[in-house]
Every structure is written in structure tokens, then in C-alpha cells.
């Protein structure tokens, strides 16, 4: 079964940090740009950050510049993103998404190109 999962959630304190893990299986990641998406509360889905196949390429939306970072092991099959300087606002469900990609490019946050999700994994930063 082709299936990216996500893991790492939980509960924080604000300002703490967290470190959240996507692995593939079923297939090869390193052929897949990786965006991380989230959704908070009565809110819409957004775009957080992505990381091209090779690693080349990363992106941030701004609310979480300077606090997240993207980056990937390929021979683990994993993208991982640590967050740290966590705040109420960044309380949602967060999931990975998988993008098949022929050359090493800008990746993307596009919802509707990708072709892989996980299922989420929930964040609660709260005190």
C-alpha cells in the first residue's frame, strides 16, 4: 500500500518545540516533493512548508519563518519538520502530502498536485 504517515504530535506549552516525522511506504520519497499542510480550527487548509526531492529547495508560508525547518533523509525515507518558538496560533492538524516530481524543481504548496496524504497528526500548543 502506497501511504505517507505522519507522527510527532502532541501537546506543548507556548514557546516549546516539537519535531513532526513523514515516512513513505510503498514507495520511493526521494521521487516526491514534500509539503507539510495544516489545518487549525474552522479554518482552511494552508500550506506551512515543502522541501524539493533532492532537498534543494525549501519554502516557508511567513508565519512560521525563522521557527520551522524542513528537511529530509532520503536513505530513511522520512522529511521531518522541527518547530520550535511554538505558539497558540500554530495549533491545528498537520499533514504531509507527497508531490511526484520528474526534475529537481521549486517545490510547491499546492494542495490539488499532490498525490500522496497522510492522515494527520494533531498539535496543541496550549498552557
Known amino acids: 500500500q502506497l501511504q505517507v504517515v505522519e507522527s510527532g504530535g502532541g501537546l506543548v506549552q507556548p514557546g516549546g518545540s516539537l519535531r513532526l516525522s513523514c515516512t513513505a511506504s510503498g514507495f520511493t520519497l526521494d521521487l516526491y516533493s514534500i509539503a507539510w499542510f495544516r489545518q487549525a480550527p474552522g479554518k482552511e487548509r494552508e500550506g506551512v512548508s515543502c522541501?524539493?526531492?533532492?532537498?534543494?529547495?525549501?519554502n516557508y508560508v511567513d508565519s512560521v519563518k525563522g521557527r520551522f525547518t524542513i528537511s529530509r533523509d532520503n536513505a530513511k525515507n522520512t522529511v521531518y519538520l522541527e518547530m520550535n518558538s511554538l505558539k497558540p496560533e500554530d495549533t491545528g492538524v498537520y499533514y504531509c502530502a507527497a508531490e511526484r516530481v520528474w526534475v529537481e524543481l521549486m517545490c510547491r504548496m499546492v494542495d490539488h498536485d499532490m498525490n500522496y496524504w497522510g492522515q494527520g497528526t494533531l498539535v496543541t500548543v496550549s498552557s
Open positions: 522541501i524539493s526531492a533532492m532537498g534543494t529547495s525549501t
